[in-house]
């Protein structure tokens, strides 16, 4: 069965250093969302995106963040300068039909800022 | 923010046994909930879902329930088993958006052999 995958897995960087995390969703799949979860908390929406463009992002999504797809296959999301407060799990999901069906989610970066 | 709501941290049944998980929502827009399941270093996965216009959806073991006046659902996997044991998430979404997820807390289940 396809799955949306993700790497690295884990990443430590420093405090100001770019980071960007990888995302390989499902082949066929045309819309594509960055979620994060801050460790004890929710998962919270930070962006979506649909021909190869911005559809929607959170608050969150500020202009430390950009997304992007660069070849046929992978769908990236960097952080410019990385805060402490960006520790968190980032979970990349796709789908074919966007709002019309559920979204498959990859098995998550767990990033930390030291 | 907290549109949507899972007030139960945590749950704990005997295997066999039905679960109940908890929902609770504000936003009157949401016209859409589903249901993931989600173990640890994995993302999450979908369980099941139900419309708005649905008081029940029910598939295999696991059932949702709409209450819409409430703003209230719930989950329940009837009977528990080990390998249910998982932390849940509910999630809400509206149609008219892009498809952005509205996730509640979590609320980790523990089903006991």
């Known amino acids: 069965e396809p799955e949306v995958t993700q790497t690295p897995s884990h990443q430590v960087t420093q405090m100001g250093q770019e980071v960007i995390l990888r995302c390989v969703p499902i082949?066929?799949?045309?819309?594509f969302y960055w979620y994060r979860q801050i460790l004890g908390q929710k998962v919270e929406f930070l962006v979506s995106f649909y021909n190869n463009e911005i559809s929607e992002k959170s608050e969150i999504f500020d202009d430390q963040f950009s997304v992007e797809r660069p070849d046929g296959s992978n769908f990236t999301l960097k952080i410019r300068s990385t805060k402490l407060e960006d520790s968190a799990m980032y979970f990349c999901a796709s789908n074919y039909r966007g709002n019309q069906e559920t979204q498959y989610f990859g098995p998550g970066t767990r990033l930390l800022v030291l | 923010d907290q549109q949507v709501k899972q007030n139960s941290p945590s749950l704990s049944v005997q295997e066999g046994r039905i679960s109940i998980l908890n929902c609770d929502y504000t936003n009157s827009m949401f016209d859409y909930f589903l249901w993931y399941k989600k173990y640890p270093a994995e993302g999450p996965t979908f369980l099941i879902s139900?419309?708005?216009?649905?008081d029940k959806n029910e598939d295999g073991r696991f059932t949702v329930f709409l209450n819409k006046s409430a703003k209230h659902l719930s989950l329940h996997i009837v009977p528990s088993q080990p390998g249910d044991s998982a932390v849940y998430f509910c999630?809400?979404?509206?149609?008219?958006?892009?498809?952005?997820?509205?996730f509640g807390q979590g609320t980790t289940l523990q089903v006991k052999p």
């Open positions: 999630a809400a979404k509206w149609t008219s958006n892009t498809g952005k997820l509205i």
């Open positions: 139900i419309s708005s216009i649905k």
């Open positions: 082949s066929n799949h045309l819309y």
